[in-house]
């Protein structure tokens, strides 16, 4: 699991279109706005696991709060790796990857959908602990 994590002091996005594998999503519903947020960009690759879920999780939640974010939104982002994870296996993983977050890190966290194109804008912070790339 590949992720480009961005301290966010607003994350805007709004669904585009849907891939193949797109999750339903209702259009009353098709655009969401955060603040203080943990931005995560997250590739499944084809070798990951819930335990690569549990690994990434822990360390998610150890920037949240190195960065001062209120909530941790984490996005599926097919293009930071060229061996992705089969896209029922990446929806599951990412899918834990919220929940786990959740669990560990106590902040209220959030999955945008799986499969969609989105048109996004975020404002990124400056800050020492506002940028990274992790690989799991």
């Known amino acids: 699991m590949k992720c480009l994590i961005l301290h966010s002091e607003r994350y805007q996005f ?29 590739t499944a690759e084809r070798n990951d696991s819930l335990l690569t879920v549990e690994r990434a999780a822990t360390e998610l939640a150890r920037l949240a709060h190195l960065a001062g974010a209120d909530l941790l939104v984490i996005n599926p982002f097919a293009h930071l790796s060229d061996a992705l994870a089969r896209p029922a296996l990446a929806k599951q993983l990412t ?11 106590g902040k209220p966290s959030f ?3 799986f499969g969609w194109y989105k048109q996004f804008s975020v404002d990124v912070y400056g ?3 506002s940028q990274f790339f992790r690989q799991f």
């Open 14 to 42: 709004t669904l585009d279109h849907p891939t193949p594998v797109a999750d339903p999503y209702p259009p009353a519903e098709a655009q969401s706005s955060f603040t203080n947020a943990l931005l995560v960009l997250a």
């Open 95 to 105: 899918d834990a990857l919220v929940e786990q977050v959740r669990a560990v890190s």
């Open 111 to 113: 999955g945008t959908p």
């Open 127 to 129: 800050h020492s602990n």
